[in-house]
């Protein structure tokens, strides 16, 4: 049900911490935008020469995975409307024909940036970058799980995992407002279970408040950075969930200003203006 879309919505907003910015990073701030705007030749090209100038950084490799993810996601249509308003559309939906050579260069990606990760902090190397990496890295995995090979349970301990660390992260240095995003996924989409299932979902462990999930995606919306436009999308679909039409028309036309290349935002509006007129 609802966990495959926390699943994806973990992806959408992996703990990122843009405060820690690293030498020559405007090859990632270009390849985040080609990959928001659906040109992810242009995102992996951003990304590799990335790695070419800092060939140490984790987060090179952990964001070039991403851009694997998310071209898979498109090619199989996962990131529509009915994804993001009934949940029905997760009950016994069946595991989804992943492309196989893609498949492979994520899992290479993840596996570079795993290992440059252990290797700055065995080095002793900006620790916090290394963690940001390491959780970028576990909320793809999980969003892998979740939303193609269908393993949502599997996918809801990692995205708790990616949440404790992120909180860890955060306590090191709260200037690091990407890394709420990670708190505000989890405790505003479990929020919408219901109370037996929030109940169950707090003794595995899991956090469901949804004033607290809401609170933290607000501060990313506003300071966030590489995993900004998702907050707001984040923001988007609970403001459509609580019936806020204009609060998520708003979102949507920011991004659909900012993201010319993304038809998503543009069909969203639409279907927000439909919603009001048809």
């Known amino acids: 049900m609802f966990l495959a879309l926390f699943a994806l919505l973990g992806f959408f907003a992996p703990p990122a911490a843009a405060s820690i910015p ?15 705007n659906l040109d992810f030749s242009g995102a992996h090209k951003s990304f590799s020469e990335f790695e070419r100038r800092q060939p140490a950084d984790p987060f090179g490799p952990a964001s070039d995975a991403a851009a694997y993810l998310f071209s898979e996601f498109e090619r199989l249509k996962v990131l529509r409307s009915e994804f993001f308003s009934e949940d029905k559309s997760f009950l016994g939906a069946p595991k989804l024909k992943a492309d196989p050579a893609i498949k492979a260069e994520f899992e290479k990606a993840l596996s570079r940036s795993q290992n440059l990760s252990l ?13 940001f990496a390491s959780l970028v890295c576990l909320a793809l995995q999980a969003d892998y799980l979740a939303m193609i090979e269908k393993e949502n349970w599997r996918a809801l301990n990692e995205i708790k995992d990616a949440r404790t660390r992120a909180e860890a992260l955060v306590a090191k240095d709260p200037s690091l407002k990407d ?37 933290k995606l607000k501060i990313v919306a506003k300071d966030g950075h590489y995993f900004k436009p998702y907050a707001k999308i984040l923001l988007a679909i609970a403001a459509v969930r609580d019936k806020n039409r204009p609060a998520a028309e708003q979102l949507m036309s920011e991004l659909a200003r900012e993201f010319p290349g993304n038809g998503l935002f543009r069909d969203e509006m639409k279907k927000l203006s439909c919603s009001a007129d048809c």
Do not use: H
């Open 179 to 215: 890394a709420y995003l990670s708190v505000g996924v989890e405790n505003y989409l479990l929020s919408q279970k219901g109370a037996p299932v929030r109940m169950f979902l707090r003794l595995t462990g899991a956090q469901t408040d949804k004033d607290v999930g809401i609170q």
């Open 119 to 131: 290797e700055m902090q065995k080095e002793g190397k900006t620790p916090e970058r290394a963690m």
């Open 22 to 36: 690293a030498a020559g990073s405007s090859e990632l701030d270009d390849g985040y935008r080609a990959m928001y």
